[in-house]
């Protein structure tokens, strides 16, 4: 009876922006920490779990799930990909589904966790999910929850019962959505009531059954999802259609808030979601004066604030009182740290018009490694691009510019119609508009490239691709996938 | 008798980095205004007076004051260049002196002006030099004081005495370093006192006489440095060896607090000296919550706050109160606002460690036009290069790295060696380290250029200069001209 743990990479971070984009959301990125949150959760469902993860994400982030497993040790991991979002319901069942389909015996034990908190005591975690599977042996379904220590308004609350105390493991009373401030003051000064962490143990039997009861459409149609699931590549798509079937619904209210099942187990871990810079700001190591600098930041009488230099840009504060400031190489944010929950409505305002900078970073990672535009004007763009040993872009032409390269580290093959080379270090190539071309790095070291485009037109959509070895075509539909 | 104009392009603008930094400081930036305050000065003088400006500035800066000066059709503008600044008693002096050499009178008048403040009225301020010539021609040396509007510490307080005061024109009973809070503020309640604006009208002759009696060391060392000036091109360099024993001393301390010439006029023109960025919020548009917005800036519920955004980076605010945020390029301040004063400060403590960003911005000026760096690495430095209709870079070689050079628009010559050829908008050619180079701009339109340095060092020192139509000299100690 081995836990199997499943990682939700489902969130979008967006209170996080400008440093989560939806290309790239908060758990693919580090914060407080050089390895990002995914690696960190991977990690942690390493050590508390007895079987490898699982990872169910957005099938728009699969490469980069993909690449940052690898960069951690992790080469085989399983990756099941959602066409949409459906909330965490339909994400449960599929990994009860799933983990049945794995095992032998039919009442595995599920660790189900999200990808983007912050958990640094990895062995006081493994020693919480054992307890927590004790009990969901026993048919709990176990939910983690959290003691509060301020009167926070962007969680849920869970209040237990009295019933159990003497496991650790209770019933529960009580399902609260985020509470307003005095309402959360009552909860945490009362001391009834925990944070609602998302964590969740159980079996996947009782999951199921509990499914079966209470939301059976979304049961059939994840059964579907899954029957009909496609593996490309590495990766196990998911059935669209069956999917879009499931209701867009937590686990809380599609079963926990009614199954008798629903248990919590009060976490002795050290716990946080990062929700919000000003989150980031109680979880980071701050000076004297409660500030908190990170890259090349300068303060002079500066107290409680938060600032995050990217890319060797100096950021200089003078006399701010409980500011953040996060500097990315696109787009500045800077707020006042009481307003950190309303980063939302900031993004959803920028959304309506369409602002590159909600969906990718300056930077856009793609299965081969990574471009930059790095300088444009009406008559050229300039990229620079890094391309990873054994890294292929897609065999492709382009109607409104030509490109020069110029190799400025490593070793790049080039194609140009029929014709194969090499071009080294400090070499260049011309490439006309309309050639048939192709760029990869046979070698065993990245591959850098400088990129001056010619032109009048240098949309990532200029592009007539013939061949990828991603299998991203021309008319897939994956709108994070036009481009190199 | 007419007025002839003098423009002190003196000041450093420290307190508006990092906007404003050693290389082109505040007179040379636009600030609330498409043209420059140099420009605005000179378009100023030229309605104010009746000879052709002359410009006062540091060598560092020469290129850049005859470009702007250019811009807006002074193609003629006489610049007298200090080998160093000595502050304003040895500018006044010079003034005077080379106005009586440029006139056939011996009792011309100066209007002597700096070249950073905003002063939205010409007309008025016309009129108002008019009015100090008349006092002027009868030995005043007239300061233009203004009205306080606020208890501002940052300026030099003046009071005038009750004679004159039907003329307008009157005399000067007390000249008041910068006040402290409490002491400003009994001044401009008393209504007594003027701000010192540091714009002068004066005869030469009256300056003259004042200074023989004041500070005859100075007045000699100003007559030496002028007589030993040299023609460089267009510009007149004083006497480095003589202008060094002028004393480094303001003109108010040296002959205003002593002579009886001494004489105020209380302007009647709308005036700023843009002096902080609380200034310069103060002086710019503001919406009805109070802020001022300029470049790519979105806010959310922010008040009486100023947002400068630069070259297309997305700056967002939230819930900022009375904070400046000025991103520039490569480095970015935010500050709170009542602390725009000690801009100096942090600027020192930066200059302490010797940071780039107080001396230049990323794009660098050059007499043939500019460049910018766009991206560096280890093995690689990334430059865009745009050169001037007739503009020509220095003959010259280096010795750690390569160039390849993809023009991007308009037609670049090139010579490598022995061999001049042109180099047309999307070609390209490659320059191998140790090859003697120039690159030059023989047509109409500017010409762009994308330059890709290879190699194992790509600082601006590594140039050997073997010619430079600008006279840039490998040896001539100018910190600011190595580099292209």
Known sequence: MNVYPYILSG?????LWPLSRRSRPKQLQSILAARTLLQQALARAQRAGDEPPVVIANQSHRFTIAEQAAETGVTDLEILLEPEGRNTAPAAIIAAL???QRTSTDDPVLLLMPSDHRITDEEAFARAVKRAADAAREDAIVLFGIKPDRAETAYGYIKPSAEGACTGVRGIDQFVEKPDAPTAAIYVKSGDYLWNSGIFVFAAQTLLREAERYCPETLAACRKALKDAKADLDFVRLDGAAF???????????????TDAASVLAADFPWSDLGSWD???????????GNSLSGDAVVEDCQDSLIQSSQGRLV????????????TPDALLVLSRDRAQDVRQLVDRLAQTKRPEIEDHRRVHRPWGWYESIDSGANHQVKILTINPGGKLSLQSHK??????????????VTLDK????????ESIYVPAGMVHRLENPGKTPAQIIEVQTGSYFGEDDIVRLD?????????????????
Do not use: F
């Not at 989150?279 to 004066?289: C, G, I, K």
């Not at 200089?316 to 500097?327: C, E, K, M, P, S």
């Not at 994956?478 to 190199?484: A, C, F, H, L, T």
């Open 468 to 484: 990828d070895i991603y299998g991203r075509l021309p008319h897939d539909g994956d709108e994070n996938e036009s481009g190199n």
């Open 419 to 426: 014709d194969v080379r090499q071009v080294s270090e400090n």
């Open 279 to 289: 989150a980031v700001w109680q979880q980071a190591p701050r000076d004297s004066e």
């Open 11 to 15: 969130g979008s971070g967006t209170r």
């Open 98 to 100: 799933h983990c049945q």
């Open 316 to 327: 200089a504060g003078l006399g701010l009182r409980d500011v953040a400031v996060i500097d």
């Open 244 to 258: 879009s079937r499931c209701q867009n619904i937590s686990l809380d209210h599609a079963i926990m808030e009614k």
């Open 400 to 413: 409104h510019r030509s490109e020069h390269w110029v190799v400025v580290r490593g070793t790049a093959q």
